[in-house]
């Protein structure tokens, strides 16, 4: 049988892209699992997406990931949407079907999971942070796994009542929106918190969310989607005063997981990516 030299390419199109560690966990999996493929990091401006779309088409590209601030941006360049990327309106994940394209969204899927280990979210009261594609996927994914109630605080008025209207239409759950000017108290009767914001990334790793600590109660769910650094200030802070806390290391393992799968067809071991990961933030 000859050699064949020609890996499968997949990536990741953000900006700013350095302080995303999906590419270290991704490639480790693949080596793991004996795949020939390679995740390629790639920072690409806004004005640029199109162009990088394009060039995945060209070469070949078994799909990509879109981070920040591209997961709204890039549906103008695909193909269609799976059914859950269509009612959030954002992918962060690109797979090829055919000659096709197709946006999923692995962001609330990811989420749930690692939410899973600590609590189930039917029933339960929510505050989120943040309105973008990462607060949209993991709105709709906890509603439609039995949140009672999803309150979204955010800087932006519009931004913030699309989603609340969003989740009020799409889902079971009840919305709501909320105007984030100053520390934010959470409500007593709040179940889980969550940080679906940039707030805390690399490179602003000393920036905190404005929330009045004093209203994080022992028990709450905190979860934050920053994986890098994952222990943000509000992961610290939270845990602190007795919260059950989750940084953003789960979610982005579940991503990666689901994420493979539908680039390869392989259900990787997620094991390979945690201890890389835990590696890599230890040193």
Request: glycine letters at 12%; charged letters at 20%; a neutral charge.
């Amino acid at each position: 049988m000859p050699l064949n030299f020609l890996s499968l390419l997949t990536g990741c199109f953000a900006y700013p892209a350095a302080e995303n560690p999906t590419v270290a966990m991704v490639e480790a999996a693949y080596r793991h699992h004996g795949l020939d493929a390679r995740y390629i990091n790639c920072e690409v401006p806004a004005e640029k997406l199109g162009d990088a779309v394009l060039g995945a088409r060209a070469m070949g590209w078994a799909g990509f990931n879109c981070s920040l601030p591209h997961k709204v941006g890039v549906i103008d360049h695909l193909d269609g949407l799976g059914q859950s990327a269509e009612i959030m309106g954002a992918v962060n994940c690109a797979v090829r079907r055919g000659e096709r394209y197709i946006g999923e969204n692995t962001d609330g899927k990811g989420f749930l999971s690692s939410l899973a280990g600590v609590v189930e979210p039917r029933g339960k009261r929510v505050v989120m942070f943040g309105a973008g594609g990462a607060a949209r996927a993991i709105g709709v994914e906890l509603a439609l796994a039995g949140a009672k109630s999803v309150t979204i605080v955010n800087r932006g008025r519009e931004r913030g009542e699309t989603l609340a209207r969003l989740l009020g239409d799409k889902t079971p759950a009840g919305a709501s929106f909320e105007r984030w000017e100053g520390p934010y108290r959470v409500p007593a009767e709040a179940d889980i918190v969550v940080n679906a914001t940039s707030i805390g990334l690399y490179p602003g790793i000393d920036d905190r969310l404005a929330i009045a600590l004093d209203s994080l109660r022992p028990g709450l769910v905190v979860a934050d989607v920053i994986p890098n650094p994952p222990r943000t200030h509000l992961v610290r802070d939270a845990e602190a005063r007795g919260c059950i806390v989750l940084d953003g290391l789960g979610m982005l393992v579940n991503q990666g997981v689901i994420g493979i799968k539908y680039w390869t067809g392989v259900d990787v071991d997620p094991r390979v990516m945690q201890a890389k990961l835990a590696a890599l933030f230890a040193a």
